[in-house]
């Protein structure tokens, strides 16, 4: 090879990895979103079911049925089955051997969410009541590191949260349920918070609805530019619970056009363009074999223990859904975060291994 042939091969392959690093993170879940509707779009059989379709059944099916499985999942989920499937890698399709499973034994959402994010699934944490947790979160984690100091944010729609993230020890704005967004905040964020304050509450003091989470998120995402932003999204599980199939569709379909909006802003804005992985996932899984159970999970629930995830970042050649026979964890999430950065999460407890994404 010329020289001068040297010279510009080389420099390709800085210029390549100057674009491929990866300086952003932005983990997204929507609670109790299960794989079958992730992967088969609209489930019949619980749609036709008049104790759940919420006497809609005419607006299910013309909203969210198509014979073919591709067309009838994509028409639930869009992006997800469009970009994310194109450029990243989704995980979790159990009818072609991907399994992804909880690793703690109990199949509910602070067990769940302790796993994502701390890669340990501390049998001790075995309530939704669970005391702020004793272990180090990877965004905690991350938050002590001087370049991502001040740079963390989380926004949940479940007030558990405060305690799952330990937010006074960890140090962070945990902004959860009826909390109000704190800082310097511009007019669309001071009415974001307004509106959530004299919301409706269908779910009580303890969960307001997803749309002021995630406003409240988006427009931090927008003014504040943090370098780790986690959005957790609660509708799915809460409609599933009260039975309404329905409710729960468009909530899911709901999730993944916000996940899509934030997405556009990360590839049009240049603190984050190019620089940015997305990670959408699930806490746990509800239950299918018998259907009557989908609207519930936890160790009862025979396979509620079946989450599914996909990641994007720059530099990953897309490999979309995985149809490779292999089992994934949810505890190897945190680990794969910290990876996605060129860093190792060590806490004092034991961490999954990081999922190879290349």
């Known amino acids: 090879m010329r020289p001068i042939l040297v010279i510009v091969f080389f420099l390709f392959i800085l210029f390549s990895q100057a674009q491929e690093k990866i300086e952003n993170v932005i983990v997204i879940t929507t609670d109790g979103l299960r794989w079958q509707e992730v992967f088969g779009g609209m489930d019949s059989a619980i749609a036709g079911m008049k104790a759940y379709n919420q006497g809609d059944k005419t607006y299910i099916q ?15 989920m869009p992006f997800f089955w469009s970009t994310m499937a194109t450029d990243g890698n989704i995980y979790g399709n159990r009818k072609h051997g991907n399994f992804v499973n909880n690793a703690n034994p109990y199949w509910f959402s602070y067990p769940g969410y302790n796993e994502i994010f701390t890669g340990y699934p501390d049998t001790a944490v075995n309530s939704n009541d669970y005391m702020p947790n004793p272990h180090v979160t990877i965004l905690e984690y991350l938050h002590q ?44 964020q001071l009415l974001s918070n307004a509106m959530k304050r004299d919301s409706y509450r269908p779910f009580g003091s303890i969960e307001c609805l997803d749309v002021f989470t995630h406003y409240n998120a988006f427009e931090y995402l927008k003014a504040h ?6 959005i957790s999204y609660g509708e799915t599980d809460e409609w599933a619970h009260h039975g309404y199939y329905r409710s729960y569709l468009d909530a899911a379909h709901q999730v993944d056009q ?11 804005d240049p603190v984050y363009r190019n620089k940015t992985a997305l990670i959408f996932t699930t806490d746990h899984g509800r239950g299918d074999i018998k259907k009557t159970q989908w609207t519930d999970h936890g160790q009862s629930v025979a396979d509620a223990s079946e989450i599914w995830l996909a990641i994007m970042a720059p530099g990953l050649t897309g490999k979309g859904e995985i149809k490779v026979k292999e089992q994934w964890y949810q505890k190897q999430i945190a680990q794969t975060i910290a990876s996605i950065l060129g860093l190792t999460y060590a806490p004092k407890h034991p961490v999954g291994e990081p999922i190879n994404l290349r």
């Not at 013309?62 to 639930?76: G, S, V």
């Open 62 to 76: 013309q909203t969210y049925w198509a014979d073919d499985i591709m067309e009838r999942r994509k028409k639930l």
């Open 145 to 188: 590191l001087p370049k991502y100091n001040g740079k963390v944010a989380a926004f949940s729609a479940w007030d558990a949260f405060d305690r799952i993230l330990n937010e006074k020890r960890a140090g962070f704005q945990v902004v959860s349920a009826f909390d109000s967004v704190a800082g310097k905040l511009n007019a669309r």
């Open 225 to 230: 530019k943090p370098k780790v932003l986690y």
């Open 258 to 268: 916000w996940v899509n909006n934030i997405w556009s802003f990360v590839q049009h």
